[in-house]
């Protein structure tokens, strides 16, 4: 059974780095056809892509986030990570970790806050 577990601090303040990892067990973070994603919703607003990493470790951001993010993987810890710089109020919401074949792995979700 595929689980995936998000972590990270609940409060970041604004200009500063929100940083989450999100841990994987039941499967391999290198899986072939396996790709990780990140995905947000604030609130009273539906699901947003943040962005992921594939099997073989290319990224892939949203447009509206690029120049703030980055994904990154820790094989040795089956775990990957989001890092999103220069944060605002706006990107607060709950942080959803999903990943498998065909997405179908979802993370309980973790709430973070980004104070002004």
Do not use: M
């Amino acid at each position: 059974q595929v689980q995936l577990q998000e972590s990270g601090p609940g409060l970041v303040k604004s200009s500063q780095t929100l940083s989450l990892t999100c841990t994987v067990s039941g499967a391999s973070v290198t899986a072939t056809n396996y790709a990780w994603a990140w995905i947000r919703q604030a609130p009273g607003k539906g699901l947003e892509w943040v962005g992921e990493i594939s099997t073989r470790g290319i990224t892939y951001y949203s447009p509206s986030l690029k120049s703030r993010t980055t994904i990154a993987r820790d094989t040795s810890k089956n775990q990957f990570t989001l890092q999103l710089s220069s944060v605002s109020p706006e990107d607060t919401a709950v942080y959803y970790c999903n990943g498998g074949d065909e997405y179908t792995y979802w993370g309980q979700g973790h709430q973070v806050t980004v104070s002004s």
